[in-house]
């Protein structure tokens, strides 16, 4: 299945900020006819992200209208109205429910599905608040698990592509990301079983690194030194160049995507009972087992000294 941007209805989830938002900007732009529905549970923020979309559309001369659109997916349906939101937590089964009868009233069951929503709170794990801990299930697992069932049920033999994402931390968890990464690895366990129970549908999944964004903005707020310092490899790259090496993976027919070297290294060194689909696969694979065997073993040691020196040093700092 060819992933191209025109001729679409997209629904993507998570789409008022961040990678979502320039997704939905890409194919409002670089598109004449694919429809986007853009899913959050902040109106305001979809409502904003609608009109600022739009908006820019409209400064480039690229549309006529200059009075007020219709952004809701509500009716009555602007036939000439190509980008509409719908407020959903998509973390409730119910809810979701009723948005895919939404969509099909109103014909626009999707072609291609981003799941973008997610985010974490970057916290050792005894600063972290019950409240927290169901969150990073929720936001990260769940709201991907309910949409991906919706649309299973949606679709039953027409083809789909479905496109997940993850994060490098689902292949490496470390210190600073117990609310976040187990959701992410939880993420990878589904795609591998959709990939062979779904058989109309392709499903892709990426491995982000950092990239900027407004999330990315707030969890660098909390984010404990050390995690930082173990990431430091993944330096955060513009959100508009994590979109656009996305996109283009997609497009040469990758499903195992990463968005930087070290992504690239890290899937590398990830072997086990899965086929993966990504760029250069043969190299990484001969490259995953030389890591694994040459360098892992005495990098996760000198990681572990490090983690115990910065707690040392830590609670030193407290007993002063
Ligand atoms: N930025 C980074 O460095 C990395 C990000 N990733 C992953 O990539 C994806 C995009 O990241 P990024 O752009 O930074 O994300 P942001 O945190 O900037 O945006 C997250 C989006 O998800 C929506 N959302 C959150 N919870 C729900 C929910 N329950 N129901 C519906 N929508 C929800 C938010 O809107 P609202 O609040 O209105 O609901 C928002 O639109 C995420 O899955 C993230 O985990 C992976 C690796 C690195
Ligand atoms: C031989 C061994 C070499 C290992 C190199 C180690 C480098 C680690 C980089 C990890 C990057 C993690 C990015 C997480 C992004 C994310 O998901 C958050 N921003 C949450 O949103």
């Not at 549970?41 to 659109?69: F, P």
């Not at 600073?176 to 939880?186: F, V």
């Not at 999944?205 to 909390?222: H, I, K, R, W």
């Not at 690239?264 to 696969?281: A, E, Q, Y």
Request: glycine fraction near 6%; proline fraction near 4%.
């Amino acid at each position: 299945m060819k992933y191209t941007l025109e001729d679409q209805i997209v629904l993507i989830t998570g789409g008022s900020q961040g990678l979502g938002k320039e997704f939905a900007k890409k194919y409002y732009n670089e598109t004449e006819n694919t429809k986007i529905i853009v899913v959050s549970r902040s109106e305001a923020k979809l409502l904003d992200t609608c009109n600022e979309i739009r908006l820019a559309a409209h400064l480039r001369k690229e549309t006529s209208d200059e009075g007020q659109v219709q952004h809701k997916l509500a009716a009555p349906l602007d036939p000439e109205q190509r980008l509409f939101y719908y407020p959903c937590d998509l973390s409730c089964y119910e809810s979701v429910e009723k948005l895919f009868n939404v969509l099909r009233d109103f014909e626009l069951l999707p072609t291609q599905t981003l799941c973008c929503a997610g985010g974490s709170v970057p916290k050792l794990f005894r600063e972290l608040s019950g409240q927290d801990l169901n969150q990073g299930m929720d936001i990260n697992y769940k709201t991907t698990l309910n949409v991906a069932h919706q649309l299973a049920l949606a679709e039953q033999t027409r083809e789909h592509h479905l496109i997940i994402f993850s994060s490098v931390t689902a292949l490496y968890p470390f210190i600073g990301y117990s609310q976040y990464a187990p959701a992410k690895t939880a993420i990878k366990s589904l795609v591998a079983i959709l990939r062979q129970e779904l058989t109309n549908f392709r499903v892709s999944c990426v491995y982000p690194g950092n990239f900027e964004s407004e999330g990315f903005t707030l969890e660098q707020v909390t984010k404990p030194k050390i995690t930082k310092l173990i990431e430091g490899p993944s330096d955060a790259i513009p959100c508009k160049e994590a979109c656009d090496i996305v996109a283009t993976a997609l497009a040469r027919g990758q499903d195992d995507v990463f968005t930087d070297f070290v992504g690239w290294m890290i899937m590398g060194m990830d072997l086990g009972l899965t086929i993966k689909k990504s760029r250069f696969v043969a190299l990484q694979w001969l490259f995953g087992i030389l890591l694994n065997i040459v360098v892992v073993p005495f990098y996760l040691a000198g990681c572990s000294w490090y983690i115990r020196k910065w707690f040392r040093e830590n609670d030193s700092k407290k007993d002063t």
